[in-house]
C-alpha cells in the first residue's frame, strides 16, 4: 500500500499547520520517501518529539502503508524566510 | 506496565549502556536502516548489544508501543531513547552522538 507524497504532505499540515514540507519519492514506487518538516512549533522540542509529531500526524501509516519514511526535522533557522 | 514484554525492554536497556533493537544482528543486519545504525557504533567502537525483532512479534510490537515510534531501528543509551536511523545518523554526523557517549561516561573511539 503506498501512498502519494500529496497525501503525506496534507496529513502532515492537519498537525503541523505551519510546516514547510519537502517530500522526495526516492525510489519512484510511492512507499519510500524522503520528508523535511520545517516549523516553529518545533523549536525547544528534541528531535524524537519532533519527529513523534511527524509520525502521529501520519497516524500509523509509517512502518505500516509507508514502509520507509526519512524524515528530517527542524525549527526555521532565525532570519530564514517563513 | 501491563505489557509483560515492557518489563523486560525496561531491564534491556537498564542493564545494557547501548542497546539497539534492530532487524537481523549486527553481524548480520536484514534491513538496511539496522545497518546503517550498526555500521555507525561500530565505526565510533561502542561496546552494544542488539535484540533482534524479526525473531519475536511480541517485542516487535511492544518496542513499538514502549517508545511510542513506528519503526525500527531503535537506538537505547543508559536507557534514554536516542532514536531511529535518521536521528542517530544526523547525530554521527554532527558530532553529537560521540559527545553524548562521551556525557554518560561510554567508551568509544574519538570520532575523526
Not at chain 1, 519532533?50 to 512502518?63: D, E, K, N, P, S
Not at chain 2, 518496542?63 to 513506528?70: A, E
Request: glycine share 8%; proline share 6%; charged share 20%.
Amino acid at each position: 500500500m503506498a501512498m502519494s507524497a500529496n497525501e503525506i504532505e496534507a496529513l502532515i499540515r492537519v498537525a503541523v499547520p505551519d510546516a514547510r514540507v519537502t517530500i522526495e519519492d526516492l525510489a519512484g514506487d510511492g512507499d519510500h520517501y524522503a520528508a523535511t518538516v520545517v516549523s516553529e512549533s518545533f523549536r525547544g522540542k528534541s528531535r524524537v518529539q519532533q519527529h513523534q509529531i511527524v509520525y502521529a500526524a501520519l497516524r500509523g501509516r509509517v512502518g505500516g502503508d509507508l514502509h520507509a519514511l526519512a524524515l528530517q526535522t527542524s525549527a526555521p533557522e532565525p532570519g530564514a524566510p517563513a | 506496565m501491563t505489557n509483560p514484554v515492557f518489563e523486560r525492554i525496561q531491564s534491556d536497556i537498564t542493564e545494557n549502556p547501548v542497546f539497539l533493537y534492530m532487524k537481523g544482528n549486527a553481524m548480520f543486519p536484514q534491513c538496511g536502516f539496522s545497518a546503517r545504525v550498526v555500521q555507525i557504533l561500530t565505526h565510533l567502537g561502542v561496546p552494544f548489544k542488539t535484540a533482534n525483532v524479526l525473531e519475536d512479534a511480541e517485542l516487535r510490537e511492544g518496542i513499538k508501543q514502549f517508545s511510542n515510534w513506528p519503526t525500527v531501528p531503535q537506538l537505547y543509551i543508559k536507557g534514554e531513547f536516542i532514536g531511529g536511523c535518521d536521528i542517530v545518523t544526523e547525530m554521527f554526523q554532527s558530532g553529537e552522538l560521540a559527545s553524548t557517549l562521551a556525557e554518560k561516561g561510554i567508551p568509544h573511539e574519538a570520532s575523526a
